[in-house]
């Protein structure tokens, strides 16, 4: 009888796997890749087209050596890593650490599997393959240039500024999108705007500033917005506006001009992505990226739930595709219809991605088996693992069901020469939205329902409202990985190591859920654009994803893409070591003696940008955090301020007498006082702005 070998990638998913196989099958791991580049040199031979010099990674000669032994007992070996460009070329380094390419009277083939289930890995059995070297070739080919700008650039890095730091493809590309944002942020002038709202009332009754029954509470008024005239929208963007508007209105009747009703539909969401998955469990669960891939892995490689042994929940995490097997939507249809009603299953129309690029060989992410619910595997789970797959289970769910309905109603009201707009929907059909998915649509109780055109309302009260813009959002985590796959940048495996790769570089801390650039980001960000302005470049680093994945469909020759980018990054390598200035800071004295030796402190540079240290280290080890003075009085107690960092990196400025007086902002202060109200001013790019974003005063900074 004929024995067969499949080897995986990690070994959570042996036992779950072996379950679903014979005694004639022996399954084994990996532990991932086997072989790579070696660390103490490039590793890729430039000077014979870029020839990678492939070694085994240390530590995992004993599981090598185990692998050939079962090779060995083995007739037939099925490499089953996972199904991405990855897992292929796993599969082939695989092939050639165990010269399974060499061996005679034994068959080789690659399986892959979307799911861990049964009948996905007998499914698997049944259709092996020979190795995808276009794949291989794409993930290669990635591997290569990161390593190019990683060992070429790194070391630059450490000669000019400090060692432990590191320049990516990926990475460098990523931290100069956050540095561009900080800089939008930083250099964003607010602008004032006005909101105008009346409430009105739907009875006959006194028009007064809202008493009567109206104060009393009997009768809800009917919140108007301000809308503009006949010509269309008018924009209230001072005082001025708003107190011209007011006149106009004086004594004006207010009559109901125009009522439309009607019917809006909310389609079901899409299941999910590695991209969509990671946003929405930032989002609702606050999970970092890096530890939604983490619970979804392990509900992926398999958990231990009741009544069903070891199983994998979920499939495979790693995909941009919303495609849906045709099984499983049939599966999900059937469930839908027994469980909440034929009229919550979608229709074919609805279930269909439109403009979406699917890749074939991968599916969205959903879980393996729709009647497992949340409820069901609640008590096998951990907390965490739980919530993960509920939201992912929830999604898809909602995927596979019809549209949300609501009924809509929109009032046009006419005071004088001026418009107000009343508007107001109630949902009628809860569609999807039946699983529990959260939904951001109001819904009203329809209180316009007995308002007709011509009827006259009573005027309640005016109420005027000042605002003012708001700059760019900080990015999360979230949206970060948004960002990134809109801009084409890196691909689903690469999001969560990227971001964890800033943190861990001290080049971005993370606040609540905001990432902020830190004095170290900023600093590195600033010699790659100087010295390496395409690989920071966003457009060229989503041109070089493009590329890749035209080596892993086979229209671009992986050497080519190689040696087209290699000799640009060498010259600007040699360029940068040349003319790029030193910015370390080690040997600056400061006016600050050390109060345990006496020794003037100097100004040293860390993770978190600068600090004191006594220069007599090692015998004396002191160090206090640095502050700059920025000659600007403290609006609240008159010391100076100081420039300081937040415990993970953040600039902010603060009183040199804290913890005495608490004053702080994130906003450099003038050391000029507000006009209008008196609030301590502060710096905006070429402006000063009024710390009272309630006051909105700002000026040209040399006018003050």
């Given at each position: 009888m004929a024995k067969y070998l499949v080897i995986v990638e990690s070994p959570a998913k042996v036992k779950t796997i072996k379950k679903f196989l014979g005694s004639s099958y022996e399954v084994d791991a990996s532990g991932g890749h086997v072989r790579d580049l070696p660390k103490s040199q490039l590793g890729i031979d430039v000077e014979h087209d870029y020839e990678p010099k492939y070694i085994t990674i240390r530590g995992k000669g004993d599981i090598l050596a185990k692998l050939r032994k079962e090779v060995k007992k083995a007739d037939?070996?099925?490499?089953?890593?996972?199904?991405?460009?990855?897992?292929?070329?796993?599969?082939w380094h695989l092939m050639k650490a165990l010269k399974l390419d060499e061996a005679e009277g034994k068959k080789v083939y690659r399986i892959s599997f979307n799911e861990i289930t049964k009948n996905a890995v007998k499914t698997s059995l049944k259709e092996p393959r020979q190795l995808d070297m276009n794949l291989v070739d794409a993930q290669q080919t990635r591997r290569i240039l990161d390593r190019m700008v990683g060992y070429r650039i790194s070391p630059l890095l450490w000669a000019k500024v400090k060692r432990g730091l590191s320049a990516g493809r990926v990475q460098s590309a990523a931290l100069r999108m956050i540095c561009d944002r900080e800089e939008e942020i930083e250099a964003f002038i607010p602008d004032e705007y006005w909101?105008?709202?009346?409430?009105?009332?739907?009875?006959?009754?006194?028009?007064?500033?809202?008493?009567?029954?109206?104060?009393?509470?009997?009768?809800?008024?009917?919140?108007?917005?301000?809308?503009?005239?006949?010509?269309?929208?008018?924009?209230?963007?001072?005082?001025?506006?708003?107190?011209?508007?007011?006149?106009?209105?004086?004594?004006?009747?207010?009559?109901?001009?125009?009522?439309?009703?009607?019917?809006?539909?909310?389609?079901?969401?899409?299941?999910?992505t590695t991209s969509t998955l990671q946003q929405e469990a930032s989002r609702s669960l606050n999970f970092s990226t890096q530890k939604t891939m983490r619970l979804a892995q392990q509900l992926y490689e398999g958990v231990t739930v009741k009544g069903y042994g070891t199983i994998g929940l979920i499939t495979y995490l790693r995909t941009d595709s919303t495609r849906?097997?045709?099984?499983?939507?049939?599966?999900?249809?059937?469930?839908?219809?027994?469980?909440?009603?034929?009229?919550?299953?979608?229709?074919?129309?609805?279930?269909?991605?439109?403009?979406?690029?699917?890749?074939?060989?991968?599916?969205?992410?959903?879980?393996?088996?729709?009647?497992?619910?949340?409820?069901?595997?609640?008590?096998?789970?951990?907390?965490?693992?739980?919530?993960?797959?509920?939201?992912?289970?929830?999604?898809?769910?909602?995927?596979?069901?019809?549209?949300?309905v609501?009924?809509?109603?929109?009032?046009?009201?006419?005071?004088?020469?001026?418009?107000?707009?009343?508007?107001?929907?109630?949902?009628?059909?809860?569609?999807?939205?039946?699983?529990?998915?959260?939904?951001?649509?109001?819904?009203?109780?329809?209180?316009?329902?007995?308002?007709?055109?011509?009827?006259?309302?009573?005027?309640?009260?005016?109420?005027?409202?000042?605002?003012?813009?708001?700059?760019?959002?900080?990015?999360?985590?979230?949206?970060?990985?948004?960002?990134?796959?809109?801009?084409?940048i890196g691909r689903p495996s690469t999001y969560a190591p990227t971001i964890t790769t800033l943190l861990g570089r001290r080049y971005v801390a993370r606040e609540k859920k905001n990432l902020y650039v830190t004095e170290l980001g900023e600093v590195v960000n600033r010699i790659m654009k100087e010295n390496f302005p395409s690989i920071v470049d966003v457009k060229f680093t989503a041109n070089m994803e493009y590329l890749l994945d035209?080596?892993?469909?086979?229209?671009?020759?992986?050497?080519?893409?190689?040696?087209?980018?290699?000799?640009?990054?060498?010259?600007?390598?040699?360029?940068?070591?040349?003319?790029?200035?030193?910015?370390?800071?080690?040997d600056e004295l400061s006016d600050e003696i050390c109060e345990l030796c006496g020794r003037r402190m100097v100004i040293k540079y860390g993770p978190h940008g600068k600090f004191l240290a006594c220069p007599g280290?090692?015998?004396?080890?002191?160090?206090?955090?640095?502050?700059?003075?920025?000659?600007?009085?403290?609006?609240?107690?008159?010391?100076?301020?100081?420039?300081?960092?937040?415990?993970?990196?953040?600039?902010?400025?603060?009183?040199?007498?804290?913890?005495?007086?608490?004053?702080?902002?994130?906003?450099?202060?003038s050391g000029t006082r507000c006009p209008k109200c008196g609030s301590y001013m502060v710096e905006k790019g070429s402006k000063l702005l009024c710390s009272n974003e309630t006051c909105g005063y700002s000026v040209n900074a040399g006018e003050m």
């Open positions: 037939v070996i099925y490499l089953a890593t996972d199904p991405d460009r990855e897992g292929e070329a796993i599969s909101e105008l709202e009346a409430d009105l009332l739907d009875t006959p009754g006194p028009a007064d500033s809202g008493t009567g029954a109206a104060r009393k509470g009997r009768i809800k008024p009917l919140t108007a917005r301000f809308y503009g005239d006949g010509k269309g929208r008018v924009e209230l963007t001072s005082r001025e506006d708003v107190d011209k508007i007011l006149a106009a209105l004086k004594d004006c009747r207010y009559v109901v001009d125009e009522v439309k009703k009607g019917e809006r539909v909310k389609k079901a969401p899409l299941p999910f849906v097997a045709e099984e499983a939507a049939a599966a999900a249809r059937a469930y839908i219809g027994e469980t909440y009603g034929l009229q919550y299953v979608a229709g074919e129309e609805a279930r269909k991605a439109k403009g979406v690029k699917i890749q074939d060989a991968h599916e969205a992410i959903r879980p393996t088996d729709i009647r497992l619910t949340p409820a069901q595997v609640k008590d096998s789970l951990d907390r965490d693992q739980f919530r993960l797959y509920q939201l992912i289970w929830k999604r898809f769910a909602a995927s596979r069901m019809s549209s949300a609501y009924t809509t109603m929109t009032v046009k009201v006419k005071a004088g020469e001026y418009y107000f707009n009343l508007s107001a929907a109630r949902r009628v059909f809860d569609g999807y939205l039946c699983t529990g998915i959260e939904d951001d649509e109001k819904d009203d109780d329809l209180s316009l329902e007995n308002l007709t055109e011509g009827k006259e309302l009573k005027l309640s009260q005016l109420r005027e409202s000042q605002h003012f813009t708001q700059p760019p959002a900080h990015f999360t985590e979230a949206s970060l990985v948004k960002a990134l796959e809109e801009e084409g035209g080596v892993g469909d086979g229209s671009v020759d992986w050497k080519t893409v190689v040696r087209n980018f290699y000799p640009d990054l060498d010259e600007a390598v040699k360029a940068a070591e040349k003319d790029q200035q030193s910015v370390t800071i080690e280290f090692p015998e004396c080890k002191n160090t206090k955090p640095y502050l700059e003075k920025i000659g600007v009085p403290c609006p609240k107690c008159g010391g100076e301020l100081v420039e300081k960092k937040t415990r993970k990196g953040r600039r902010y400025y603060g009183c040199e007498n804290s913890p005495e007086c608490d004053f702080m902002s994130w906003q450099k202060p």
